[in-house]
C-alpha cells in the first residue's frame, strides 16, 4: 500500500508543500506517534511480548516547538 497508491498521493502532497511552504499532510507530532509505534512493533516482535502502547508522552503539555 504505502510503495503504491496511498504513498505517492503522500509524497506528491509532501513535496508540494515544500515547495509552496504549505502546510503538510501530516504533522510532526502525528509523524512522531507514528514512529514510536513502530519502534514497539519492533520491541514486541523481538521479545515475542505484548506491549503497552502509552502516548500520553506526545499529549501538549508534554510537547515543545
Known sequence: LWSR???DVYKRQLAMAIRSKLTVPVSALDAAKVIKIIELAIQSSDTGKR?????????????YV
Open 5 to 7: 497508491g496511498l504513498g
Open 51 to 63: 506491549i503497552k502502547i502509552d502516548l500520553s508522552e506526545f499529549q501538549a503539555e508534554n510537547v
